[in-house]
């Protein structure tokens, strides 16, 4: 497999700032009962062809932003606009058709082929009574092969692993052919060698000019990978720019209350947890250990 292809800042694209795609501001929201909010008055912005990954801890509030970027939830205060839009202004065709989006777990409600589960993806473009042409067919199609998954287009959805039931969930996504993909976790069921190569068609993807914002525990895949990271703890931005800035022992350690070691590959840094030694303590005020 051939090495990760990553765009930097500097060649020429958008910063973040300019040609959004996706602009947050002030986002805040609090479950009902919840001690602290889910998200804290966060401000993100995603550029046109840009590869954004969300990373942090459990409960650090990764999907619950997403959800609010995509109007699931709403805030009890901040805006988001989507191509200059707010998104309030949007209606829920007009947003499948622009953004793809690929969920943690999702049970079918049928027993549908893998083939007719892609082929959802087509249903903001045909409505409910349109039937399938040859650009459908062929989106469809596409969408299959780059998942792996032509061979198994006519097995039930319902006789997958886990593993193959994500990889049809991001079909379905790709079959919409959209410009912008949401991925809540993608690679959480997913095989090493599975898992690298959805990284590498995000890859494509993005090259294509495909805006990409994602989110992952996978910490050192996305930082080879992704133009930037963004880095949440207990709801709020802890970091945000390209690995190199993020991607340090000083931001790492008190947010996930471990001791690392960060070592380069791939030009990229690489996160390497260590041990914990007997007699070490954790320091109260910075969440070191020590």
Known sequence: MSGPTSRRHGDGRPSPSEGAVIRARDLTFRYPHGE????????????????VALLGPNGSGKSTLLRLLL?????????VTLLDRPLADWRRDDVARAVGVVTQTEEPAFPLTVREFVAMGRYAHLGA?????PVDRAAIAQALDRCGLTALGHRSVLELSG????????ARALAQQPR????????ASLDIAHEMSLFELLAELRQDGVTVLIVTHNINVAARYADRLV???????????????????????????????IRREDDAPQVIPQRKHPGMTRHHHTGRLE
């Open 36 to 51: 602290r909010n889910a998200v804290d008055v966060v401000d993100l912005d995603v550029a046109v062809g840009e590869m």
């Open 71 to 79: 109007g699931a939830l709403a805030s009890a205060r901040g805006s």
């Open 129 to 133: 009574w349109r039937r399938e042409g």
């Open 163 to 170: 593993g193959e039931r994500q990889r049809t969930r991001v």
């Open 180 to 187: 912008t993909l949401l991925l809540d976790e993608p690679t």
């Open 231 to 261: 880095l949440l703890d207990r709801g709020r931005i802890a970091a945000a720019g390209t690995p190199d800035l993020v991607l340090t022992r000083e931001i790492i350690e008190p947010v996930y209350q471990w001791t690392v070691a």
